[in-house]
């Protein structure tokens, strides 16, 4: 039998560089790793392309997708709502990939509560100060928005305790290398292992 793919959390402020982190992950070391996209109702950003980022829909779209379950969890962040696929991630899961969905505190905590099994990993700036000019020089983002980013990050870092691992990112490649480690690990866990000691017991 195929064993399930891990499902991999990844959260943390915004501006930590999880998208960059996750891009990074992927590019490198990408076999059977999958990234779940997500359905927003937040108009693109420049450069940003239907279903390569997100799924972009109105808000009564959204609202009839939730309506329909489609959603393993969703979230109103910074005035948008946002949500994972259910087909999408339990089809791959199924294909015996790893998932990554890459989502805010609040999406993390809704699944774990239903995906207990999943590894949680927190991304954390290296500071404040650097958030902020992270935030600052991707240039997306007005005053207004920044300062509220900003002050959503410091309650966001208060979950991090609910997290199996944190990693800093002081590096892209480092911090992409770290993730892969902690996917390694993960899959050769006992538990997940499925061994059937029959075969290798004597006589
Ligand atoms: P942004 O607007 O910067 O792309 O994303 C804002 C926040 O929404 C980020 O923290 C991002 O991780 C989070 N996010 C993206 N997709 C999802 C999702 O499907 N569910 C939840 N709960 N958060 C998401």
Redo the contacts with the bound molecule.
């Keep these: 039998m195929k064993r399930r793919g891990l499902l991999i959390v990844i ?4 501006g930590a560089g ?2 960059t982190i996750c891009r990074e992950l992927l590019r490198s070391y990408g076999e059977n790793l999958e990234l ?1 996209v ?3 109702t ?1 108009k693109p950003r420049d450069g940003e392309y239907e279903g390569v ?2 799924f972009f829909k109105d808000i009564e779209e959204f609202a009839k997708m939730a309506g329909n379950g489609e ?1 393993i ?3 109103k ?2 005035d ?1 709502y ?3 696929p259910r087909k999408y991630v339990m089809d791959k899961l199924g294909e015996g990939k790893s998932v990554i ?4 505190v ?3 905590m ?1 699944v774990k509560e239903a995906f207990s099994e999943a590894v949680f990993i927190f991304i954390m700036p290296p500071s404040f100060e650097d958030l902020r000019r992270r935030i600052e020089n991707r240039g997306t983002e007005t005053e207004q928005d920044i300062c509220k980013r900003m002050k959503n990050a410091y309650s966001e870092i208060n979950y991090a305790t609910y997290y199996d691992y944190i990693v800093v990112n002081n590096d892209i490649k480092e911090a992409a290398a770290k993730i892969s480690c902690i996917i390694t690990a993960e899959k050769c866990r006992y538990k997940r292992c499925n061994i059937e000691f029959e075969n290798f017991r004597e006589g």
């Design positions: 959260s943390g402020p915004s999880k998208s779940s997500s359905a927003t937040r980022n997100y959603f969890e969703y979230a962040v910074y948008n946002y949500g994972t969905l890459e989502i805010d609040q999406g993390g809704k």
